[in-house]
């Protein structure tokens, strides 16, 4: 018994300190209109946009910024889109829901706000999911943070950081 309370009290410190020692980074994306917080641990990766016709300049392009862990567990996407087809943001919410919970995600947790909305829980592969979503007047922006269900105690904190100091549309940056 003492042996499994001296294990449980280093594995503890084990996390705390992993935790502690994670630092922040700070990137701004001017185009997209946005600036994040985001654990030093992940690293920005490579993204083609997408466009139609490949016409950068389109307003219907998507611009995504993706951020992970060097194993790829734990990501950061960030994604803008113009809002083409008028949606309100209830039906961003709706359709957002149920994609997800068709697909076999479990929701812990959702709420609409007016202009922006949070969706999170466990998805089908049993990795944690937290989403927000900001929806302006032609365009909206969200992100979407996932990582493994056994490293909740690390990143659950992380997402709460993220959520509370994430910038969508800075004044003046945005082009679309």
Same mark, same amino acid.
Request: negative net charge; charged residues 20%.
């Given at each position: 018994?003492k042996? @499994?309370? #001296?294990?449980? =009290?280093f $594995?503890?410190a084990?996390?705390?300190?992993?935790h502690? !020692?994670?630092?922040?980074?700070?990137?701004t994306?001017?185009?997209?209109?946005?600036?994040?917080s985001y654990?030093?641990?992940?690293?920005?990766?490579?993204?083609?946009e997408?466009?139609p016709?490949?016409?950068?300049?389109?307003?219907?392009?998507?611009r995504?910024?993706?951020f992970?862990?060097?194993?790829? @567990?734990? #990501?950061?996407? =960030?994604? $803008?889109h113009?809002?083409?087809?008028?949606?309100?943001? !209830?039906?961003?919410?709706?359709e957002?829901?149920?994609?997800?919970?068709?697909g076999?995600?479990?929701?812990?947790?959702?709420?609409?706000?007016?202009?922006w909305f949070v969706?999170?829980?466990?998805?089908a592969k049993?990795?944690?999911?937290?989403?927000?979503?900001f929806l302006?007047?032609?365009?909206w922006?969200?992100?979407?943070?996932?990582?493994p269900?056994?490293?909740?105690a690390t990143?659950?904190?992380?997402?709460?950081?993220?959520?509370?100091?994430f910038?969508?549309?800075?004044p003046?940056?945005h082009e679309?």
């Open positions: 018994m042996l @499994k309370i #001296t294990t449980l =009290i $594995t503890a084990g996390m705390i300190t992993a502690a !020692q994670t630092g922040w980074n700070t990137y994306n001017t185009v997209a209109g946005f600036r994040v654990p030093s641990n992940l690293t920005r990766t490579p993204y083609k997408w466009a016709n490949g016409d950068p300049s389109s307003p219907e392009q998507w995504t910024t993706i992970a862990s060097p194993d790829k @567990k734990v #990501t950061l996407e =960030i994604s $803008t113009p809002n083409s087809l008028q949606k309100h943001l !209830q039906d961003f919410f709706h957002d829901v149920a994609r997800r919970t068709e076999g995600d479990e929701i812990n947790y959702s709420v609409l706000k007016n202009g969706v999170s829980g466990t998805n049993g990795f944690e999911f937290y989403e927000k979503f302006f007047d032609e365009w922006i969200n992100f979407d943070f996932v990582y269900s056994a490293q909740r990143y659950d904190p992380m997402v709460a950081k993220i959520a509370k100091y910038v969508p549309n800075l003046g940056e679309h």
